[in-house]
């Protein structure tokens, strides 16, 4: 997704569904006045809730034996069935200010925890967002942060900043690489990471069109410059963020589902590092963004992605990193979303998580692309009664790993 396309806890009560008539009250209201109004049906139902605290402690405190799972050493399972759902959460102009408000605001009107919940840290910023990772880990969710390359003010389509992707392999910015990477390893919790997604559109100043394109680099021309100068510097930040020892990142190689320009040089297995240097697989998919745009169904936007990924390594899981489409009568999104919802998790076995990127926003004609979930009430009905299927895992799949 564009920088364009951006402008613009885990309590009992935050996991209670809506339904009825609250259910369509919320629904219908605009989305900046949304957070009021769930929270007041959350206010409205923690008088119900207080007999079930008062009568069962348990519902209100937290075990030790609970705590102590939490607190230790753990890694995240792939799932061997089903498939983790997960949110980008519109939480205002800073990508990387998470808060838990949100995060609870946006499930109960979906209905269901998320076990993945995304951010950014950009490079611009110079710092590790310590404070947004531990609200979504203490949330019992996983972080997914998008770590990108990019300065002030961050405006797509500009080429290369100070963060060039030459600037990161010549060692220009090793210290706040290996700082970043002490960051990660003092949060010591599982997390993913995305250096520079969406490599292969012509939007990022990482993208390699900005790199020489598609000059050859070997004389039988099956290595071109433009990947090439991405493989080596998505290597090199992996490599220096494990010589820190910051053993619990997990990598994702993430690419648009289709590369612009669409050309073979800027196809997704040029860029591919390696699989000693991907966990996993990413694919962005949007439907209609704007009104100019064609509507596009699920199998068009996915089956030849997903067959390209898939060729690249055997066994990486594979991640909707991004997914979502405009509100643009007479298409239908309800449609578009519940078709997205079943078909993630019954036509492509590879695809282990899905996360949606709840956010709107106002383009310079005026009118807005509203990619959240309730721009319409039969789009979050689809939604809610999509990742209702029990298929679709709001709790992370744990297990115990050994500290080194």
Known sequence: MTIA?????????????????????????????QTAAVRLIQFVRISFCIGVILALPSCHQTSRTEKAHRDAAVEVMVPERGDYTGAFIDFGEAEEDVTLEGIEDFETMVGKHQAIIASSSFWGEQDFPTRSLNVIWQHHSLPLVFWSPWDRPYEQSKGPDRFSLTSIIAGTWDKYIDDWADAAKAFGKPMIVVFANEMNGDWFPWSGIYYGGNRPTNDDKTKWQ????????????????????????????????YS??????????????????????GLSIYGQQYREEAW????????WPYKEMSGLDP????????????????????????????????????????????ER????????????????????QAYREGV?????????????VAVK
């Open 226 to 257: 433009g990947p090439e100068t991405f493989k080596k510097a998505y290597r090199y930040v992996v490599d220096r963020v494990r010589a820190r020892k910051a053993n619990n990142v997990k990598w994702m190689f993430h690419t648009n589902n």
């Open 388 to 400: 209702a299927n029990p298929d679709w895992l709001g709790e992370l799949l744990l297990r115990p």
């Open 260 to 281: 612009y320009p669409l050309d073979i040089w800027n196809f997704a297995p040029a860029y591919y590092p390696g699989p000693d240097y991907v966990d996993w697989l």
């Open 361 to 380: 926003w106002q383009n310079e004609e005026g009118y807005y692309s509203n990619l959240r979930v309730n721009s319409s009430v039969e789009s979050l």
């Open 315 to 358: 066994n990486k899981p594979i991640m909707i990193a991004e997914w979502g489409t405009g509100e643009f009568p007479p298409a239908n999104k309800g449609a578009w979303i519940k078709q997205g919802l079943e078909l993630f998790r019954t036509k492509y076995p590879r695809i282990k998580a899905a996360v949606y990127w709840h």
């Open 296 to 303: 596009a169904d699920i199998p068009s936007l996915v089956d």
């Open 5 to 33: 396309d951006r402008e613009r806890g885990f309590s009992v009560v935050g996991r209670l569904p809506i339904s009825g008539e609250a259910y369509d009250a919320v629904a219908a209201i605009k989305p900046m006045q």
